[in-house]
DNA sequence: CTGTTAGCGCCTTCAT
DNA sequence: ATGAAGGCGCTAACAG
């Protein structure tokens, strides 16, 4: 590990010709002879030579980096995006620092502080203080120095008073899919557990929850919606209360994620009479794994990362993208159909 | 987004001090006059200034950052030790860059190319190459080259001829563990499922499950041992030819990992009488929000997060650490204790 | 305690 | 097609 680096100098002494000449042929995009050319990349390739992007990126000012800052890295449905997002940021020649801050607000401002200070080209947000119902204003008026200094880009969720560039899936339109698909097979006493009141994703499915119900001339229970998280610890509390605290109980039951749904079917192993149909939400591999595999509501995440990618690299003007999600239909809703 | 951007010199002349003065409130620990040192960060406030981290590592060729490859940062088991690992960089004043290549080598050698030039000052790779029983010999080699530039770690793997320091959890010891959790049990006829064979964690693995059941003076059956991968499809897939392969049945099964684990369960509850204890390996997730939930081997995830981060910054001579796992027992081995 | 002055490694006009 | 030279923003001796 001690090799002196080798420098554009070096190869340029070597071969007589200028330090140009060489950061040319690196460049790859301007005129320099065949001759000289191939001796330069000879040279390079002899010794190996990597250019130091440091020294690019303080001379060009293209750092060719991005941020991503999110909470929970370990949560599949944030790590999914995460893949798809650095897929295609690694076809575009750019390369993504990951953050992940634990929902801890602090470290989010901390990550963003040393994106700018790596010069990160752009920073994506997903999940954290651009959910919450009332940001903290000190957190805000962050997100607007640093949209004054880098791109910014949310997904799923998004400040009003910062003027950034977002995409999300409609989360409305999720919950209209469960709902119409619930009823479509008979259900008619519906229960929503999970989430965190004042965080807009839940604020939003809970919302759109209640109006559908209406649409469908169903009754909202109050009790059979209960804000507890989004854990799996979260899907089995809920569960819990619901039981404990209801004498008639809904036939189904929709989870304000994966986790939270899985948390109910497990928690629903321990009664007896489980008849009820669940229903989850992100249809990340938890979906898949859980038994029954759990009916849930799937996020377009690749172009999700595409569209994130490209208004970081953007130079047009700041835009909203609402993409739709799809229902993918499992076991949880389908074994149970009988028994209403 | 079109703020000019501060530096130093605008600080500087702005209060008619050097650069140098600014530098040093900047970097805190030089003298400095509480009266000078005041009134250069009250302008610091002022304009919000943020050092370009780029010059600086330019000029003092420390980047702060360390780079992370790995395959698949959504299997669990991956992203837990990212997590860990991240959490201590930063503590230490250190960025993870983390590379995501899907498996591919060639994305591996792309980031590390990459993370080269971004002057990363480790490199710390889990999974991949390093886990090849017969290693890439083109690979090797530029380990080896990466290795003459910045410091190389590795996690859960190591090549022979590349002398990088590295930290693992026992594997063999892992499995000891199992069997001797099962045999307690009174399981006699045990199998093993997924994997590759040719990967080191793999064969490890294998090797292991063979000796600890001669030690227990219990039978290897060869078509109880079957290698099918390491997803969730890999232990559907496992189980299937394990049924239809074999007249007499283990009554215990260990997957190669938690996904294989997992995939296990849900093949056997096609078929009847599924009376088997299953194992997995890692203690995702999975293992918790499997039904039933299953009996596993935990990493000392933070721990090896930590040493791989010190390891990158130790300036110490290689050394290798192993670390002991845990059994975590749960469902899946308890339920079926009687039906042997 | 503070200022001066070279770099760090590469890119990018501007000439030639 | 190629070379010369300044500059990117900061740090690190070396003076004073």
Do not use: C
């Amino acid at each position: 590990m001690e090799n002196k680096k080798v420098t554009i100098y070096d190869l340029a002494e070597e071969l007589g010709v200028s330090t140009a000449t060489v950061s040319r042929v690196i460049a790859g995009d301007y005129p320099v002879s065949e001759k000289t050319r191939e001796k330069v990349q000879k040279l390079i390739d002899k010794y190996d030579f990597r250019p130091n992007a440091i020294a690019r990126t303080l001379s060009n000012k293209k750092s060719r980096l991005v941020g991503f800052i999110t909470p929970a890295i370990t949560n599949p449905f944030f790590s999914q995006v995460f893949v798809e997002l650095e897929k295609y940021a690694l076809e575009k020649g750019y390369s993504v620092l990951l953050g992940n801050t634990s929902g801890n607000r602090e470290q989010e401002s901390h990550y963003t502080r040393i994106l700018l200070e790596q010069q990160a080209e752009g920073i994506i947000l997903l999940g954290g203080l651009i959910n919450d119902t009332i940001p903290d204003p000190h957190g805000v008026q962050e997100l607007i120095e640093v949209q004054k200094r880098t791109k910014l880009v949310t997904i799923n969720g998004k400040i009003k008073s910062v003027n950034n560039s977002s995409v999300r899936t409609d989360e409305a339109e999720g919950v209209e899919l469960i709902i119409k698909h619930l009823v479509e097979l008979g259900h008619t006493k519906i229960g929503m557990i999970g989430g965190i009141k004042g965080i807009t994703t839940t604020d939003i499915k809970v919302h759109t929850f209640k109006k559908e119900l209406e649409k469908h001339q169903l009754t909202f229970h109050d009790s059979w919606q209960i804000y507890s998280g989004y854990s799996i610890k979260s899907g089995e509390d809920g569960f819990e209360e619901l039981m404990s605290t209801n004498e008639t109980l809904p036939t189904a039951l929709i989870g304000i994620n994966d986790m939270v749904g899985v948390g109910m079917i497990k928690a629903s192993k321990r009664f007896r009479n489980n008849h009820f149909a669940f229903v989850g939400y992100d249809d990340t591999i938890l979906a898949q794994t859980s038994s029954p595999e759990l009916t849930s509501i799937r996020h377009p995440y690749e172009e999700l990362g595409k569209i994130a990618i490209d208004m970081v690299l953007d130079e047009g003007p700041v835009r909203d993208v609402i993409l739709s999600p799809k229902l993918v239909i499992k076991e949880s809703t389908m074994e149970h159909v009988l028994q209403q």
